[in-house]
């Protein structure tokens, strides 16, 4: 099986879910009918949270590493779209609110034209953007499962053992609780459409019908209309309650890993239900992390925006949102590289955090195309997270690779992408016959440099090069070093390295200062300030602009 400490969790997540598999005869069975079945839910509520991404990229990563050891996998995202309206939303106007209110969201017309439903519309606003995130995910909606019977033989095992349900519910939570008193099941009344104010009252099991309420004593936020009657509770006439839901959805879907944010795992919490009904109820193995009445560890808080973002809108970014922050690819690097249980608070403002995710990006894939060496065992690491982040396929040439500071830098030396990539094939830093993808690659991360500059790089990064020499105080040495400088760039052509060199020989040898005098110079000449990019590549760069200002001194 490998080294624990090199498999990447992702791998080591799929030897213990193929282990278990191997071990139980029920999943055995399963996996033999439906294969890996990787599953996530989400209720469309409204916005949905970047916590939620972390989860996708986490379950769409467990089913490409089992697929990468031979296995049939598939991950399927459903939307939990039954679920109803429990609170009023911002997109609604105050009539639709109280007009819909404990209606499932996907009977609730969508608040922007273009989208089926309400719930469509929150789902897609993140799974439109899967494609960018590399998340290959199966697209599902709850509703049309329950319509299309799925669930039908889980709703009728779970009313014939109501009494075990409630069991489960009395035990955690105490006799008194309601859920320990009432059928597990809730009818979407046919007459106003709610399923938040309908009351399960009797089940026949031989007529297979059940008994509802439509009132205003189920729940305080929602007012039911007063029907009452018999009814089928399969094909979409209902849904469980959540945690109930949860559990039946396992041995009906075939589910054998679903993990879900740490709040879910709380002792006593939703999965610890959802585990019992399983196990209880069902007589299905809850899937990974879970292993029987033991829930395991959900994945850890992932927070974008930083403490900034958190306190100004409470629970921070939404997932769609996260692109205004990182590029989609290198967040899921960052999901990739972090272990599901690590904590990860990305903040762009004034911090290194996004310098810093380029440059283990860039080490990561220098290390898969062999161009760089961190010892075998961190050599494993970094390939597999390089091959696990790519999206789409992995070229067979390293693509150019530009640093987020230094396409920053260009961004704000030129005025224009081609000027830019015409300079870095003067720079060598783009080789003759380098791909059209390959350029388009670095275009991409030009263009993030750029928004990267405006709205979250730290005062260093930012500058602007002199139009005209500006009216700096230098001394006769320094004016010295900075002519030797312009004469020495037009003489050669240099490279970054042996024009480094030649700055110390300049200002020692030539003008008799101290090399930090020299830079000061430069930068004051170029930037009319004191400190600036590193000064090789920059003049490099710039070096045109730069000859005439040093020498208009
Ligand atoms: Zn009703």
Same mark, same amino acid.
């Given at each position: 099986?490998?080294?624990?400490?090199?498999?990447?969790?992702?791998?080591?997540?799929?030897?213990?879910?193929?282990?278990?598999?191997?071990?139980?005869?029920?999943?055995?069975?399963?996996?033999?009918?439906?294969?890996?079945?990787?599953?996530?839910?989400?209720?469309?509520?409204?916005?949905?949270?970047?916590?939620?991404?972390?989860?996708?990229?986490?379950?769409?990563?467990?089913?490409?590493?089992?697929?990468?050891?031979?296995?049939?996998?598939?991950?399927?995202?459903?939307?939990?779209?039954?679920?109803?309206?429990?609170?009023?939303?911002?997109?609604?106007?105050?009539?639709?609110?109280?007009?819909?209110?404990?209606?499932?969201?996907?009977?609730?017309?969508?608040?922007?034209?273009?989208?089926?439903?309400?719930?469509?519309?929150?789902?897609?606003?993140?799974?439109?953007?899967?494609?960018?995130?590399?998340?290959?995910?199966?697209?599902?909606?709850?509703?049309?499962?329950?319509?299309?019977?799925?669930?039908?033989?889980?709703?009728?095992?779970?009313?014939?053992?109501?009494?075990?349900?409630?069991?489960?519910?009395?035990?955690?939570?105490?006799?008194?609780?309601?859920?320990?008193?009432?059928?597990?099941?809730?009818?979407?009344?046919?007459?106003?459409?709610?399923?938040?104010?309908?009351?399960?009252?009797?089940?026949?099991?031989?007529?297979?019908?059940?008994?509802?309420?439509?009132?205003?004593?189920? #729940? /305080? *936020? +929602?007012?039911?209309?007063?029907? $009452? %009657?018999? !009814?089928?509770?399969?094909? @979409?006439?209902?849904? =469980?309650?959540?945690? #109930? /839901? *949860? +559990?039946?959805?396992?041995?009906? $879907? %075939?589910? !054998?890993?679903?993990?879900? @944010?740490?709040?879910? =795992?709380?002792?006593?919490?939703?999965?610890?239900?959802?585990?019992?009904?399983?196990?209880?109820?069902?007589?299905?193995?809850?899937?990974?992390?879970?292993?029987?009445?033991?829930?395991?560890?959900?994945?850890?808080?992932?927070?974008?925006?930083?403490?900034?973002?958190?306190?100004?809108?409470?629970?921070?970014?939404?997932?769609?949102?996260?692109?205004?922050?990182?590029?989609?690819?290198?967040?899921?690097?960052?999901?990739?590289?972090?272990?599901?249980?690590?904590?990860?608070?990305?903040?762009?403002?004034?911090?290194?955090?996004?310098?810093?995710?380029?440059?283990?990006?860039?080490?990561?894939?220098?290390?898969?195309?062999?161009?760089?060496?961190?010892?075998?065992?961190?050599?494993?690491?970094?390939?597999?997270?390089?091959?696990?982040?790519?999206?789409?396929?992995?070229?067979?040439?390293?693509?150019?690779?530009?640093?987020?500071?230094?396409?920053?830098?260009?961004?704000?030396?030129?005025?224009?992408?081609?000027?830019?990539?015409?300079?870095?094939?003067?720079?060598?830093?783009?080789?003759?016959?380098?791909?059209?993808?390959?350029?388009?690659?670095?275009?991409?991360?030009?263009?993030?440099?750029?928004?990267?500059?405006?709205?979250?790089?730290?005062?260093?990064?930012?500058?602007?090069?002199?139009?005209?020499?500006?009216?700096?105080?230098?001394?006769?040495?320094?004016?010295?070093?900075?002519?030797?400088?312009?004469?020495?760039?037009?003489?050669?052509?240099?490279?970054?390295?042996?024009?480094?060199?030649?700055?110390?020989?300049?200002?020692?040898?030539?003008?008799?200062?101290?090399?930090?005098?020299?830079?000061?110079?430069?930068?004051?000449?170029?930037?009319?300030?004191?400190?600036?990019?590193?000064?090789?590549?920059?003049?490099?760069?710039?070096?045109?602009?730069?000859?005439?200002?040093?020498?208009?001194?």
């Amino acid at each position: 099986m490998g080294d624990l400490d090199v498999n990447h969790w992702a791998d080591q997540i799929a030897d213990e879910v193929i282990e278990r598999v191997e071990k139980d005869s029920v999943l055995k069975k399963q996996v033999a009918k439906t294969g890996y079945f990787i599953y996530d839910e989400k209720t469309p509520s409204g916005v949905i949270h970047i916590g939620s991404g972390r989860g996708w990229v986490i379950h769409d990563a467990i089913a490409k590493a089992l697929k990468d050891k031979g296995k049939k996998a598939r991950f399927v995202l459903s939307s939990d779209d039954m679920d109803p309206l429990d609170k009023p939303s911002k997109e609604l106007s105050k009539e639709d609110n109280e007009k819909y209110i404990g209606i499932p969201f996907r009977y609730i017309p969508s608040p922007v034209k273009g989208y089926k439903n309400f719930g469509e519309y929150y789902f897609r606003q993140c799974t439109d953007l899967f494609p960018r995130f590399g998340i290959e995910a199966e697209l599902e909606s709850t509703g049309e499962e329950y319509e299309k019977g799925t669930f039908n033989k889980a709703i009728k095992t779970a009313l014939d053992n109501a009494d075990k349900v409630q069991k489960v519910y009395a035990e955690l939570y105490g006799e008194d609780v309601a859920a320990a008193n009432k059928l597990p099941f809730n009818v979407k009344c046919p007459k106003c459409g709610k399923i938040a104010t309908t009351l399960a009252i009797e089940w026949d099991r031989k007529k297979e019908e059940i008994y509802f309420e439509c009132s205003d004593k189920v #729940v /305080e *936020w +929602a007012k039911g209309c007063g029907h $009452k %009657g018999w !009814i089928s509770p399969y094909n @979409g006439n209902g849904k =469980f309650p959540w945690k #109930v /839901e *949860w +559990a039946a959805k396992w041995p009906s $879907k %075939g589910v !054998i890993a679903e993990t879900a @944010g740490k709040d879910h =795992f709380t002792k006593g919490g939703s999965r610890t239900i959802a585990c019992r009904i399983s196990v209880d109820v069902f007589n299905y193995p809850p899937p990974y992390p879970s292993n029987g009445y033991y829930t395991g560890q959900g994945y850890e808080f992932f927070t974008v925006g930083g403490k900034k973002m958190s306190t100004s809108k409470g629970r921070g970014i939404g997932f769609a949102e996260s692109v205004n922050f990182a590029p989609a690819k290198m967040l899921r690097f960052l999901l990739i590289r972090t272990r599901p249980n690590a904590v990860i608070d990305f903040d762009p403002y004034g911090t290194n955090d996004i310098i810093l995710l380029y440059e283990r990006y860039d080490t990561a894939e220098r290390v898969y195309f062999g161009k760089q060496d961190l010892g075998e065992k961190e050599n494993i690491k970094q390939k597999r997270i390089y091959e696990l982040s790519h999206i789409g396929k992995i070229p067979t040439q390293m693509p150019p690779q530009i640093s987020l500071v230094h396409a920053a830098t260009l961004v704000q030396i030129f005025d224009s992408k081609d000027d830019i990539i015409e300079n870095l094939k003067q720079t060598g830093h783009i080789k003759k016959g380098t791909t059209k993808e390959s350029i388009d690659y670095v275009k991409d991360r030009l263009d993030f440099a750029e928004k990267w500059v405006k709205e979250f790089a730290d005062e260093q990064y930012r500058f602007e090069l002199q139009k005209k020499a500006p009216d700096v105080k230098l001394d006769a040495k320094q004016v010295k070093a900075i002519r030797t400088l312009a004469k020495k760039l037009r003489e050669k052509e240099w490279d970054e390295k042996s024009l480094y060199d030649e700055f110390y020989n300049i200002a020692r040898d030539e003008a008799g200062i101290e090399p930090k005098e020299l830079f000061t110079a430069a930068y004051l000449v170029l930037l009319n300030r004191e400190r600036g990019p590193k000064l090789a590549p920059f003049l490099l760069a710039a070096k045109e602009k730069a000859i005439k200002l040093f020498e208009a001194i």
